[in-house]
């Protein structure tokens, strides 16, 4: 199998998408692929993120996550988004990532990639499937090959069921109300898998 490589990109306040992130590239170095774990820019005011203490720990704690660039993009083979719901959305500081890759876009970069998205949001059916495929929408602009988990491992079934992409209700101290590890590792797993079919299609 090809040697492939993972950007899994996030965006987090609280903590919550971040550890998502870490699981699934725990589960994508099981599969065997090279794996880089980036934020993206925070665009909200210090103020802003002072003014409420989790944000504030948690934007203190992963200081030294990279910040993700359109070069790790074209550097990867496959990519996982991983984002917390705003008002059944994708977080502006994604959005406005995302709309930095005209670029690459441009020159046929993204296409091909093989990708997956997961969300994170406070209420059970509070906007995480919408806020997956917003995600999904761009993906298909750039011609990239969406690999949802769909309900292809057992994990669904444990972790809520969501088909499009994990997702989990996350209180308002933190917690995970759902267990999604096993179905995070899964869709890496299953994200690293399918880059690699591609990749070895292609003759890499
Ligand atoms: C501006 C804003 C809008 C939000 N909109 C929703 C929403 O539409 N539905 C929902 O269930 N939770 C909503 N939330 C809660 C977040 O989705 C939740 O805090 C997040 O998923 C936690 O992820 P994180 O710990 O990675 O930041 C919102 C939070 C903020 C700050």
């Not at 910040?67 to 719901?85: G, N, Q, R």
């Not at 969406?146 to 444990?158: I, K, L, N, R």
């Not at 267990?179 to 070895?200: C, E, F, I, P, Y």
């Amino acid at each position: 199998m090809a040697n492939v490589k993972l950007a899994i990109i996030y965006y987090s306040s609280t903590g919550t998408n971040y550890k998502l992130a870490q699981w699934a590239a725990e589960g994508a170095k099981e599969a065997g692929a090279e794996v880089k774990v980036l934020k993206v820019q925070e665009l909200a005011p210090q103020a802003a993120i002072d003014s409420n203490p989790a944000w504030k720990a948690h934007a203190e704690a992963t200081k030294d996550v990279p910040v993700a660039s359109a070069a790790d993009l074209e550097w990867a083979d496959a990519l996982i988004f991983s984002v917390p719901t705003r008002f059944g959305n994708v977080p502006s500081q994604m959005k406005q990532f995302i709309d930095t890759l005209g670029g690459l876009w441009a020159q046929g970069k993204l296409a091909n990639k093989v990708v997956s998205a997961m969300a994170s949001a406070g209420n059970p059916h509070g906007g995480q499937e919408a806020t997956i495929l917003a995600l999904h929408t761009s993906f298909y602009h750039w011609g990239a090959i969406v690999a949802a988990p769909g309900y292809t491992d057992q994990s669904a079934y444990t972790s809520g069921g969501n088909p499009y992409g994990t997702s989990v209700t996350v209180n308002q101290d933190g917690s995970l109300q759902e267990d999604v590890q096993a179905a995070v590792m899964h869709q890496a797993k299953r994200t690293v898998t399918v880059a690699g079919w591609v990749k070895q299609g292609q003759g890499g």
